[in-house]
Nanobody, 123 residues
Framework: VQLQASGGGLVQAGGSLRLSCAAS????????MGWFRQAPGKEREFVATMTRIGQTTNYADSVKGRFTISRDNAKNTLYLQMNSLKPEDTAVYYC?????????????????WGQGTQVTVSS
């Protein structure tokens, strides 16, 4: 399974961006998917996750009410709509996937990772 993240860029505080993560290869085994981010000098942190069956979601407290995760299983694509962006949202955003379902909040719970897309929010 290969994951390709895109949609990052430079945006002013208060603005919006939509990230996409396209899965290819053995997509039939992709179930739980999520977004993580890593800011310079900081550890990677969980952002949001969504199951394939039932599309159950879970968000980090820092993004609740501002970010929305969604997926189109027919297109094998995961999305992250980011609104009301803040400078502290600046990071490289990574998408991840696992070949079984369930709410997964930790990086080690995923076995496929994309290459990351840079999001920079200016103040």
């Amino acid at each position: 399974v290969q994951l390709q993240a895109s949609g990052g860029g430079l945006v002013q505080a208060g603005g919006s961006l939509r990230l996409s993560c396209a899965a290819s290869g053995r997509t039939s085994i992709v179930y739980a998917m999520g977004w993580f981010r890593q800011a310079p000098g900081k550890e990677r942190e969980f952002v949001a996750t969504m199951t394939r069956i039932g599309q159950t979601t879970n968000y980090a407290d820092s993004v609740k009410g501002r970010f929305t995760i969604s997926r189109d299983n027919a297109k094998n694509t995961l999305y992250l709509q980011m609104n009301s962006l803040k400078p502290e949202d600046t990071a490289v955003y990574y998408c991840a996937a696992h070949n079984s379902d369930g709410v997964r909040l930790r990086g080690y719970e995923y076995n496929y990772w994309g290459q990351g897309t840079q999001v920079t929010v200016s103040s």
